[in-house]
């Protein structure tokens, strides 16, 4: 059998009026960005495909003007249900204008569903979600005033006397993926990419349910000559492929042409060290260190947990522990920016929904979190605040079911400067925002539901650190050299829980030589 070969216009003129579109990629690895190009070139030129529902896990973008940005014309997009929606700044525009139908679910939560909808289930049922703003007795995943009024896609359920959240499935009309080679037949591999991702369940989900699948690729080659261990689209799922026509149009990321080290063809030394300047970021990556436990299965989310690989570096513990990427990588140096999601020299490279099965059942040991906002009851906000929408991504995943959780932010925002000196830490310019608010627009993580399942919480910033309890946020540590009702109480809601033994954080956090965490 020949596999079809299209153009990418082509295969955009393939897309119903009405269709569920599904893509897969995380950020810019393994997104098929010619495809999305030209669907957008096909609106632009003729006004369709209108009215599509898209389907996403990641986030598939660039936040600029790549990935599902493409797709963010007025009459183009009728619904989105994803996980993560920050790097498509275009259509969280729509949103906040009220244009379009959408539903965030957690990003686990999503790349199961593909699976679901392969297997023709009618839903995932999880307890992914419980008590965030995804939960039906809050906002239901909707987005904006639209999709309040439109259906429930997620429903409260009891079974064996425990909650449970149910989350419709909906067949997948058309799907745009991306690999490396297809074979005549049609055989995809992903030799050359830097992550598996939710590419063999997208193309499942697809292909039962009736479905068409297009997979853009870098070359079509000679049937047999592809190693079958690296196929992960076998021929019967494909329809049809697309050569890329410009492979500015196929990077491995956004951020990177290729980089053998990324997808584990070759093992690259790592570029020269350095370590990060010395600021409100690697202070708290300094503190949050402190907290890594030799032999721990640990994940870094985006932001100001990045910093912290680097400070393990630094201290020469960075072997102590394996670093874990939620799109399917274990091991290796997770990369940042728009190289964020892949890892240099990683260890092993599963599917992302593969990923999320161990973190959703308690894989994880730690995991070290960003935080925007949180409220007096513990209670963060990662995936909205008003017209910016971040989406939750894998922060519910990760967050409800690590072992330990650990937030990691700066006190205030917008404007924060500091000065280190003499192990102490010196605020002479506060931020205008600070990150402690009476309410919060979204509950992305539950401080009930953390109660509830005993998870251990902690909330570390450049100047104070915070533990969970019943009654609320704890005050368990204070930075040497800050004021305590001028800097914190003063930038805060309402007064945290003070112990009588008050705990100064560790100097050596404010010291420029390294803390010697590896001694």
Same mark, same amino acid.
Not at 130 to 156: M, Q, S
Not at 168 to 182: K, M, N, W
């Given at each position: 059998?020949?596999?079809?070969?299209?153009?990418?216009?082509?295969?955009?003129?393939?897309?119903?009026?009405?269709?569920?579109?599904?893509?897969?990629?995380?950020?810019?690895?393994?997104?098929?960005?010619?495809?999305?190009?030209?669907?957008?070139?096909?609106?632009? !030129?003729?006004? *369709?495909? &209108?009215?599509? $529902?898209?389907?996403? +896990?990641? %986030?598939?973008?660039?936040?600029?003007?790549?990935?599902?940005?493409?797709?963010?014309?007025?009459?183009?997009?009728?619904?989105?249900?994803?996980?993560?929606?920050?790097?498509?700044?275009?259509?969280?525009?729509?949103?906040?204008?009220?244009?379009?139908?959408?539903?965030?679910?957690?990003?686990?939560?999503?790349?199961?569903?593909?699976?679901?909808?392969?297997?023709?289930?009618?839903?995932?049922?999880?307890?992914?979600?419980?008590?965030?703003?995804?939960?039906?007795?809050?906002?239901?995943?909707?987005?904006?005033?639209?999709?309040?009024?439109?259906?429930?896609?997620?429903?409260?359920?009891?079974?064996?006397?425990?909650?449970?959240?149910?989350?419709?499935?909906?067949?997948?009309?058309?799907?745009?993926?991306?690999?490396?080679?297809?074979?005549?037949?049609?055989?995809?591999?992903? !030799?050359?990419? *830097?992550? &598996?991702?939710? $590419?063999?369940?997208? +193309?499942? %989900?697809?292909?039962?349910?009736?479905?068409?699948?297009?997979?853009?690729?870098?070359?079509?080659?000679?049937?047999?000559?592809?190693?079958?261990?690296?196929?992960?689209?076998?021929?019967?799922?494909?329809?049809?492929?697309?050569?890329?026509?410009?492979?500015?149009?196929?990077?491995?990321?956004?951020?990177?042409?290729?980089?053998?080290?990324?997808?584990?063809?070759?093992?690259?030394?790592?570029?020269?060290?350095?370590?990060?300047?010395?600021?409100?970021?690697?202070?708290?990556?300094?503190?949050?260190?402190?907290?890594?436990?030799?032999?721990?299965?640990?994940?870094?989310?985006?932001?100001?947990?990045?910093?912290?690989?680097?400070?393990?570096?630094?201290?020469?513990?960075?072997?102590?522990?394996?670093?874990?990427?939620?799109?399917?990588?274990?091991?290796?140096?997770?990369?940042?920016?728009?190289?964020?999601?892949?890892?240099?020299?990683?260890?092993?490279?599963?599917?992302?929904?593969?990923?999320?099965?161990?973190?959703?059942?308690?894989?994880?040991?730690?995991?070290?979190?960003?935080?925007?906002?949180?409220?007096?009851?513990?209670?963060?906000?990662?995936?909205?605040?008003?017209?910016?929408?971040?989406?939750?991504?894998?922060?519910?995943?990760?967050?409800?079911?690590?072992?330990?959780?650990?937030?990691?932010?700066?006190?205030?925002?917008?404007?924060?400067?500091?000065?280190?000196?003499?192990?102490?830490?010196?605020?002479?310019?506060?931020?205008?925002?600070?990150?402690?608010?009476?309410?919060?627009?979204?509950?992305?993580?539950?401080?009930?539901?953390?109660?509830?399942?005993?998870?251990?919480?902690?909330?570390?910033?450049?100047?104070?650190?915070?533990?969970?309890?019943?009654?609320?946020?704890?005050?368990?540590?204070?930075?040497?050299?800050?004021?305590?009702?001028?800097?914190?109480?003063?930038?805060?809601?309402?007064?945290?829980?003070?112990?009588?033994?008050?705990?100064?954080?560790?100097?050596?956090?404010?010291?420029?030589?390294?803390?010697?965490?590896?001694?």
């Amino acid at each position: 059998m020949s596999v079809k070969i299209l153009t990418a216009r082509q295969a955009a003129d393939l897309v119903p009026d009405g269709a569920t579109l599904a893509a897969n990629g995380f950020i810019g690895a393994s997104t098929p960005e010619e495809l999305l190009m030209a669907l957008e070139e096909r609106f632009v !030129e003729t006004g *369709a495909p &209108r009215d599509l $529902t898209v389907m996403f +896990a990641a %986030a598939q973008g660039d936040r600029a003007t790549r990935g599902l940005n493409h797709l963010a014309h007025d009459g183009m997009i009728r619904r989105c249900i994803g996980g993560h929606w920050g790097m498509a700044p275009k259509i969280g525009q729509m949103v906040d204008d009220n244009k379009i139908l959408a539903y965030d679910f957690p990003q686990g939560v999503m790349c199961h569903m593909f699976r679901d909808i392969a297997a023709h289930k009618p839903g995932v049922m999880t307890h992914v979600g419980l008590g965030t703003f995804v939960d039906p007795r809050l906002l239901g995943g909707k987005l904006n005033e639209k999709t309040r009024a439109a259906e429930d896609l997620v429903h409260l359920m009891e079974l064996g006397g425990k909650e449970y959240l149910f989350y419709d499935c909906h067949p997948i009309t058309f799907a745009v993926l991306a690999g490396t080679y297809a074979d005549e037949s049609g055989n995809i591999s992903i !030799e050359r990419e *830097a992550i &598996r991702g939710e $590419t063999l369940a997208v +193309a499942q %989900a697809c292909k039962n349910s009736g479905g068409t699948v297009i997979v853009q690729v870098e070359n079509v080659v000679a049937t047999g000559s592809l190693d079958p261990m690296k196929v992960e689209i076998p021929s019967i799922l494909v329809d049809a492929v697309v050569v890329v026509s410009d492979m500015k149009n196929h990077m491995q990321t956004f951020n990177t042409q290729y980089n053998p080290g990324f997808s584990g063809e070759h093992r690259l030394g790592a570029s020269a060290f350095t370590p990060a300047e010395m600021g409100p970021k690697k202070i708290i990556a300094r503190r949050a260190a402190m907290e890594l436990k030799k032999g721990s299965v640990v994940n870094l989310g985006i932001g100001i947990p990045e910093y912290i690989s680097n400070v393990a570096t630094e201290e020469g513990i960075l072997d102590h522990f394996t670093l874990t990427v939620e799109s399917g990588i274990t091991g290796g140096s997770p990369q940042s920016g728009l190289d964020f999601g892949v890892s240099l020299n990683p260890e092993s490279i599963i599917s992302q929904p593969s990923m999320f099965d161990f973190y959703q059942g308690g894989g994880l040991d730690q995991a070290f979190l960003g935080f925007a906002e949180s409220d007096p009851e513990g209670n963060v906000n990662v995936s909205k605040f008003g017209p910016k929408l971040p989406g939750c991504g894998g922060f519910i995943d990760i967050s409800q079911n690590a072992k330990q959780v650990f937030f990691c932010g700066t006190f205030t925002a917008k404007g924060l400067k500091v000065e280190v000196k003499d192990g102490q830490l010196h605020i002479l310019q506060d931020g205008s925002i600070s990150k402690f608010q009476q309410s919060i627009e979204h509950i992305t993580f539950s401080a009930k539901t953390a109660i509830k399942n005993s998870l251990p919480v902690t909330y570390i910033t450049e100047r104070a650190v915070f533990t969970l309890s019943k009654e609320g946020l704890v005050l368990s540590e204070i930075a040497p050299g800050v004021d305590l009702e001028k800097d914190i109480l003063a930038k805060m809601p309402t007064r945290p829980i003070i112990p009588e033994n008050l705990k100064t954080m560790d100097e050596r956090i404010f010291r420029d030589e390294p803390m010697g965490l590896g001694k």
